[in-house]
Each structure stands twice: as C-alpha cells, then as structure tokens.
T-cell receptor
Framework: AQSVTQLGSHVSVSEGALVLLRCNYS??????LFWYVQYPNQGLQLLLK??????LVKGINGFEAEFKKSETSFHLTKPSAHMSDAAEYFC???????????FGTGTRLQVFP | DVKVTQSSRYLVKRTGEKVFLECVQD?????MFWYRQDPGLGLRLIYF???????EKGDIPEGYSVSREKKERFSLILESASTNQTSMYLC?????????????FGEGSRLTVL
C-alpha cells in the first residue's frame, strides 16, 4: 500500500529564511506525489504535483519540490519565507494514478518576523 | 473558479442524533470525496464517489454512509452520532476518474458531538 510520512509536525522559521518541509513516500509503483496547503479556516489547495515528468516541480507562491527516487523523498522548499506562508502543509500520494489521495499527517509552518 | 460548498461550517449535535453533512460542487466534476481531519492524523478518506449513485469505501467508513443522487451533490450521513466523530469534515471534488490529483476542497464542516 502507498503511504507518505511527513517528518516534523511543526516547523518554525524566520521571515526570509529557507523553508524545508520533509516528505518521504512508500510506493511499489511510480508514484504521483502532491503538496497541498491549508490556510487557517480554509480548505486545502494544491501547491504542486509530480506526475513522472520533470523531477524538480515548481508550484505556486515560490514553492518547489524535488522528486528523489533513490531517497524516496519529495521535500518542499522555498528560498525565502514570508509571513503569509504560515499554514499547514500536507504531502499526498495518489493511489494507482487516480484522484484517491493518501495524505500525510501534516506540517504546521510558523514564520516569525 | 471551482467552488465546493459545504452547507454548514459549524454543527453541534448530541450523541445518537442523525447528522447530514451536505456538499455541492459547481463544476460538473465526476469525483467527490469526504475526508475527516484530526490533529496529528492528517486527512483520512471516509467515502468517495466516481459517479452518480456510486460509492466506494475509503479507509475509515465505519459509522458513516453517503448518498450521491445528483452529480453535483454528495452527502455524508452519520446514522447515530458518537463523541468520537467530533472532527473537521472536508468535502472535495475532482474532474475525472483517471485524474490528475487536483482536488478542490470546501472550507470544512466542524462537527462537535456532545
């Protein structure tokens, strides 16, 4: 069965610092991988997705993620954090290329001035 | 823009009550999903539907049922609410069955069962 593991339930950074949110996946087939963001009191929205094309994927709001098969990882990064990035971030994997997504437990990002 | 609307943002119910959570999407999407979100557990899939009158169990269907009589509407039903069903419930939709993984979410319904 496919699964994702997010390391660190809380991450705190200063404004302007690098953001790194970690996600490792488990899959017996080439996975489709996703990052979603949830701002306070809102639903989730798609940040970016990997579907077996380029291994470096760029998303909205300056975020990007790199698919590394050798490390079974799909970490999310942003070079310079902004206060508006404070949110909860979820990594997800698609089961069998369908839209049935399996989500990780989430990482809450805090950004300090 | 795709809009997924959940009828109630906040509900308070008593143990044993029957609870209906309604979700409507306005973009003719084929797929609809119900997830529950709990701190430290992330999102867990309760039920999903790829077509009208069609439903499939997700990872945690016990204590829940669903109904999809029209393409745009997907209802989650708690036949007899229990305190362990206190949670945030998120509805989502996506375009086609063999999809791209882009789910559109509603803002959530926070249910408290007393």
């Amino acid at each position: 069965a496919q699964s994702v593991t997010q390391l660190g339930s809380h991450v705190s950074v200063s404004e302007g610092a690098l953001v790194l949110l970690r996600c490792n996946y488990s899959s017996s087939v080439p996975p489709y991988l996703f990052w979603y963001v949830q701002y306070p009191n809102q639903g989730l929205q798609l940040l970016l997705k990997y579907t077996s094309a380029a291994t470096l994927v760029k998303g909205i709001n300056g975020f990007e993620a790199e698919f590394k098969k050798s490390e079974t990882s799909f970490h999310l990064t942003k070079p310079s954090a902004h206060m508006s990035d404070a949110a909860e971030y979820f990594c997800a994997v698609s089961e069998g290329g369908t839209d049935k997504l399996i989500f990780g437990t989430g990482t809450r990002l805090q950004v300090f001035p | 823009d795709v809009k997924v609307t959940q009828s109630s943002r906040y509900l308070v119910k008593r143990t044993g009550e029957k609870v209906f959570l309604e979700c409507v999407q306005d973009m003719d999407h084929e797929n609809m999903f119900w997830y529950r979100q709990d701190p430290g557990l992330g999102l867990r899939l309760i039920y999903f539907s790829y077509d009208v009158k069609m439903k499939e169990k997700g990872d945690i269907p016990e204590g829940y049922s669903v109904s999809r009589e029209k393409k745009e509407r997907f209802s989650l039903i708690l036949e007899s609410a229990s305190t362990n069903q206190t949670s945030m419930y998120l509805c989502a939709s996506s375009l086609v069955k063999t999809g791209t993984g882009e789910l559109f979410f509603g803002e959530g319904s926070r249910l408290t069962v007393l």
